[in-house]
């Protein structure tokens, strides 16, 4: 098997002028490390972002009650943050869910605008973990379903993921 090469940057590749660390380098290179890890993380694996349009396919079948377990934790675990802030927008999060139900990720693909609500709805997504197992056809389709969904956390402690 062929060895891949992965360019690493020199210990000297954050540095500025003086010996003086440079911000704007080092984030570049956490941002290229992340990147090439993620890649390696993802060779191999079948993935499906799910439309959160779809209600016909298994994957649709399976977010649409994902969706269900996920406003019932959340109108349980409401956040005190979105009450005093009656905002009427969210955080768009974007989860990845493995074939067995564990949480691959969560992360804020779009901010509220108040960075205590973005993390409120993570930990409501964290709490339903482990989700139900892929059924065996979506199983032998994908590996890891992505959803992408708008937030919204309404008056009266409703969560809404649509």
Request: aromatic fraction near 6%; glycine fraction near 8%.
């Given at each position: 098997m062929a060895?891949?090469e992965e360019?690493?940057?020199?210990?000297s590749a954050?540095?500025?002028?003086?010996?003086?660390?440079?911000?704007?380098?080092?984030l570049?290179?956490?941002?290229?490390l992340?990147?090439a890890?993620?890649?390696r993380?993802?060779?191999g694996v079948?993935?499906?972002?799910?439309s959160?349009n779809?209600?016909?396919?298994?994957e649709g079948?399976?977010?649409?009650?994902?969706?269900r377990?996920?406003?019932?934790i959340?109108?349980?675990?409401?956040?005190?943050?979105?009450?005093?802030?009656?905002?009427?927008?969210?955080?768009?999060?974007?989860?990845?869910i493995?074939a067995?139900?564990?949480l691959?990720?969560v992360?804020?693909?779009r901010?509220?605008?108040n960075?205590?609500?973005d993390r409120?709805a993570?930990?409501i997504v964290?709490l339903?973990?482990p989700?139900a197992?892929?059924?065996?056809?979506?199983?032998q389709?994908?590996?890891v379903l992505?959803?992408?969904?708008p937030w919204?956390?309404?008056p009266g402690g409703?969560?809404?993921?649509?």
């Open positions: 060895r891949v360019k690493r940057p020199s210990a954050g540095m500025g002028a003086g010996g003086r660390l440079n911000a704007s380098a080092l570049n290179q956490v941002a290229s992340e990147t890890k993620q890649r993380e993802d060779a079948r993935a499906k972002r799910v959160p779809d209600t016909q396919s298994l079948f399976y977010i649409a009650a994902w969706m377990k996920v406003e019932q959340g109108e349980m675990n409401f956040p005190d943050v979105a009450r005093k802030l009656n905002l009427n927008a969210g955080p768009v999060l974007d989860v990845s493995r067995d139900g564990s691959q990720e992360r804020v693909a901010s509220s605008g960075a205590e609500l409120a993570q930990r964290r339903g973990a989700y197992p892929f059924s065996a056809p979506l199983r389709r994908y590996d992505h959803i992408a969904r919204r956390f309404e409703r969560l809404r993921s649509r």
